[in-house]
Each structure stands twice: as structure tokens, then as C-alpha cells.
T-cell receptor
């Protein structure tokens, strides 16, 4: 299995709602990432988990709360979001350590299809 | 941290022509440079990558070149086809970044006209 999956594909929520985004991978990757992407802009790193521990938080507002319950799952809990938080939320995974991998790829990040979030 | 600049921001070519996208990076310690293609509404997908111990890498119609001295790398697409139309992002991964952290360029919207 060489895929990262994300649910839901689309999410519309009000500013008072609480919702969660889910990400799953079964490639044995121990680094998992959340990115936010606005239209025609590069992915913007939010959080990085390494061995289920939060390693990087790019000064993301507390209304976004990540969780890594096990090595295959990554969640992003959303609460009291603003309309400007509307974006494509991408999950990605990679080997935890940069090293030569079979086939020559080097710490490739595999992206999920994303969740298109609209905050009303 | 690393700073990646990407040019041009938009590129239009006729089908069959070549397309070149250029990126520069600031951190001389960066050692891994992937290129991602993102079609409208889809996920970024790795199309080719290069490591700092290699100057050029080719995969069918796609090639990437790296000049470590000048700190720039380029994507070359030959014999372009309409299905090559997408946004292309370059990225750099600093050495020692064991988490595989990527710094992205701002993207190039490539349009290939039939």
C-alpha cells in the first residue's frame, strides 16, 4: 500500500462547529505532516509528527489541534475556525530519517488527496 | 531557514515545445530537491527528484539539473503535451533535516496549448 488516504474529501462547517480531519497511511512511515494549501499557492507546513510525537508546530493557532493516536493515523481537530481558514488541508508522510531508499528516492513525501474545507 | 525562489510563475507553451522551470535556494546545506506536479483539485505528486551528489537526472521526457555552486536547479520537460498542464512546485530539503522537511517554491502554472 503506497497511498495516503484522507477523510472527508469535502467539509463545510460553521465558525462554532467542531470537526476532525483524518489521515491514514500503511507504508510504515514514522513522520507525518499536516499542510494547509490555498489556491495556486504552495503547501504551507502546519505540523510534523515523528514517532507519534509532535516535533514541529509552525505557530499554528490553537483552533487547530493535531493528534497522532498511532503510527498509521493522524488527525486534525478543528474548533472555532474563521472563514480565512478555508483551504485544502493536505496530509503527507515520509520515512523519519533521510536515507537512501530502494529505487533512489530520498525521503520522499507522499501526499494524501486532501480535504477541501470551507468555513462559513 | 531555507528560502526557495521559483520562476516563472506562469508559463505557456505550444504542444511539442520544451518547458523549463528554474529554482534557486539559499541554504548550501540543502541536499535533496524534489519536483511536484499538482493538477487542479488533486494532490501534489512527486515527478522527479535529485540529490546533491548528482548533477542531472532524467526520466523519459522530464529532466532535472542541479548546480550546487550557483545553488539552482531546473526542471526540463521536452515534447510537452496538454496533460502536462498543471502547477509545478520545486522544493528543497536541508541536510540534517531528518524529518524530511521541505521548503517549497511558489509554483509555476504551466499551460500546454494543443
Amino acid at each position: 500500500d503506497t497511498e495516503v488516504t484522507q477523510t472527508p474529501k469535502h467539509l463545510v462547517m460553521g465558525m462554532t462547529n467542531k470537526k476532525s480531519l483524518k489521515c491514514e497511511q500503511h507504508m510504515g512511515h514514522r513522520a507525518m505532516y499536516w499542510y494547509k494549501q490555498k489556491a495556486k499557492k504552495p503547501p504551507e507546513l502546519m505540523f510534523v509528527y515523528s514517532y507519534e510525537k509532535l516535533s514541529i508546530n509552525e505557530s499554528v493557532p490553537s483552533r487547530f489541534s493535531p493528534e497522532c493516536p498511532n503510527s498509521s493515523l493522524l488527525n486534525l481537530h478543528l474548533h472555532a475556525l474563521q472563514p480565512e481558514d478555508s483551504a485544502l488541508y493536505l496530509c503527507a508522510s515520509s520515512q523519519e530519517r533521510a536515507r537512501r531508499l530502494a529505487g533512489g528516492s530520498y525521503n520522499e513525501q507522499f501526499f494524501g488527496p486532501g480535504t477541501r474545507l470551507t468555513v462559513l | 531557514g531555507e528560502n526557495v525562489e521559483q520562476h516563472p510563475s506562469t508559463l505557456s507553451v505550444q504542444e511539442g515545445d520544451s518547458a523549463v522551470i528554474k529554482c534557486t535556494y539559499s541554504d548550501s546545506a540543502s541536499n535533496y530537491f524534489p519536483w511536484y506536479k499538482q493538477e487542479l483539485g488533486k494532490r501534489p505528486q512527486l515527478i522527479i527528484d535529485i540529490r546533491s551528489n548528482v548533477g542531472e537526472k532524467k526520466d523519459q521526457r522530464i529532466a532535472v539539473t542541479l548546480n550546487k555552486t550557483a545553488k539552482h536547479f531546473s526542471l526540463h520537460i521536452t515534447e510537452t503535451q496538454p496533460e502536462d498542464s498543471a502547477v509545478y512546485f520545486c522544493a528543497a530539503n536541508p541536510r540534517g533535516s531528518t524529518l524530511g522537511r521541505l521548503y517549497f517554491g511558489r509554483g509555476t502554472q504551466l499551460t500546454v496549448w494543443p
